[in-house]
T-cell receptor, first 113, second 114 residues
Framework: NAGVTQTPKFQVLKTGQSMTLQCAQD?????MYWYRQDPGMGLRLIYY???????DKGEVPNGYNVSRLNKREFSLRLESAAPSQTSVYFC????????????FGSGTQLSVL | GNSVTQMEGPVTLSEEAFLTINCTYT??????LFWYVQYPGEGLQLLLK?????DKGSNKGFEATYRKETTSFHLEKGSVQVSDSAVYFC?????????????FGQGTELSVKP
């Protein structure tokens, strides 16, 4: 019953460093999402992938890139981290189509110093 | 644009008190509406949903009714427990391409004291 698995759980970066957040789901879902959660702002969509081979920008895509490696995996990359990217990042997946329930991972807490 | 607005928290209640968390939305078309809950240190979990006007979603004693005329989806529970302490997110779902995406409100923190 793994569901959605995110790695790492915690990460500290210096300004300008790069890193990739990994996400994998084992539920054969078509759609996958990356959100960031900031105090008082709820969850904001960074990027999403409606199906394998497609990616689209969400509300706050600047400073991020994504790769839908295959149906299971959807990674989020920070090329040059900035303090404004300090946040908690959540990956989620859903079956897609008209089925709307999202399944979330447990999050990655990222601090950029 | 499409958006969700929730009442600000934190909301602090005593055990067995009545809970209301307000949620209003702006959307084109007829979205589905959701409440998600986030317990400390965890990701979000779906609590309940409603897919059309006048539908009532319910789960674990929580209820919310899709009110198209007031564009609202307020969350209620008759008697809260300490274990209900969490952050609650209202969201609307939009269909896009082959999938969809959720737009979340800012979240409302609930703290229930014994």
């Amino acid at each position: 019953n793994a569901g959605v698995t995110q790695t790492p759980k915690f990460q500290v970066l210096k300004t300008g460093q790069s890193m990739t957040l990994q996400c994998a789901q084992d539920m054969n879902h078509n759609s996958m999402y990356w959100y960031r959660q900031d105090p008082g702002m709820g969850l904001r969509l960074i990027y999403y992938s409606a199906s394998e081979g497609t990616t689209d920008k969400g509300e706050v895509p600047n400073g991020y890139n994504v790769s839908r490696l295959n149906k299971r995996e959807f990674s989020l990359r920070l090329e040059s981290a900035a303090p404004s990217q300090t946040s908690v990042y959540f990956c989620a997946s859903s079956p897609g189509g008209f089925r709307e329930k999202l399944f979330f991972g447990s999050g990655t807490q990222l601090s950029v110093l | 644009g499409n958006s969700v607005t929730q009442m600000e928290g934190p909301v602090t209640l005593s055990e067995e008190a009545f809970l209301t968390i307000n949620c209003t939305y702006t959307a084109t078309g007829y979205p589905s509406l959701f409440w998600y809950v986030q317990y400390p240190g965890e990701g979000l979990q779906l609590l309940l949903k409603a897919t059309k006007a006048d539908d009532k979603g319910s789960n674990k004693g929580f209820e919310a009714t899709y009110r198209k005329e007031t564009t609202s989806f307020h969350l209620e529970k008759g008697s809260v427990q300490v274990s209900d302490s969490a952050v609650y997110f209202c969201a609307l779902f939009l269909i896009y391409n082959q999938g969809g995406k959720l737009i979340f409100g800012q979240g409302t923190e609930l703290s229930v004291k014994p």
